[in-house]
């Protein structure tokens, strides 16, 4: 059984700090690999989408990489600001079938 | 550009209550899903539907029934409520069942409290 973990749980960062956001997957025979953002009281918000052979893909201040024989992601947020702060959630699409399997998030705060 | 609209945004039941969950997308999407999210499990899939008529056991199915009327519509159906389903509730849509390149949308969730 597919698990995604996501740590760490909770991130407290000053505004303008560059950050990495970590995912690790058990089962590396993935099909894509998306970050999803959730503002609190909302629903989820798709920011990037990783096909299984792709190494990375960028938005705006926005990198993410996979790295499927290790099991990994991160997203990277460069110059964070106030408006970044939400919960990051990573998601894996298996080869098999249509389920996600997504991690519990990340709660990021950036400061001020 | 409305999306995936759920409906109601808040709902308190009493144990043994039933209710049904609404979700409408506009984006003439194929599949639809439903969701749940509970503090330390994540958001887990409870059915979904990857096409018109068809629909399909997620992870955790029991307790709930659903329904695809149409192509736009997915309802979610609590036939007899238990605490243990007090949670967020979301209603999701892709344009096909293996996302690959499109993306999946997501509505903003409906809050079940069962007392």
């Known amino acids: 059984k597919q698990e995604v973990t996501q740590i760490p749980a909770a991130l407290s960062v000053p505004e ?19 970050w999803f953002r959730q503002d609190p009281g909302k629903g989820l918000t798709s920011l990037l989408l ?3 052979s792709q190494r990375e893909q960028t938005s705006g201040r926005l990198n993410a990489s996979l790295d ?39 709660q990021l705060t950036v400061n001020p | 550009n409305a999306g995936v609209t759920q409906t109601p945004k808040f709902q308190v039941l009493k144990t043994g209550q039933s209710m049904t969950l609404q979700c409408a997308q506009d984006m ?11 503090p ?27 329904s ?3 192509k ?15 949670s967020v509730y979301f209603c999701a849509s892709s344009v096909r069942a293996t996302v690959g390149r499109n993306t999946i949308y997501f509505g903003e969730g409906s809050w079940l409290t069962v007392v």
């Open chain 1, 16 to 34: 303008g700090e560059n950050l990495v956001l970590n995912c690790s997957f058990t089962d590396s025979a993935i099909y894509n690999l998306q």
């Open chain 1, 50 to 52: 990783i096909q299984s």
């Open chain 1, 68 to 106: 499927k024989s290790s099991g990994r992601s991160t997203l990277y947020i460069a110059a964070s600001q106030p408006g970044d702060s939400a919960t990051y959630l990573c998601a894996v699409q298996e080869t098999s079938g249509s389920r996600l399997t997504f991690g519990e998030g990340t």
């Open chain 2, 28 to 38: 003439n999407h194929n599949s639809m899903y439903w969701y749940r999210q509970d």
């Open chain 2, 40 to 66: 330390g499990m994540g958001l887990r899939l409870i059915y979904y539907s990857a096409s018109e008529g068809t629909t399909d056991k997620g992870e955790v199915p029991n307790g709930y029934n659903v």
């Open chain 2, 68 to 70: 695809r009327l149409n």
């Open chain 2, 72 to 86: 736009r519509e997915f309802s979610l159906r609590l036939e007899s409520a238990a605490p243990s389903q007090t």
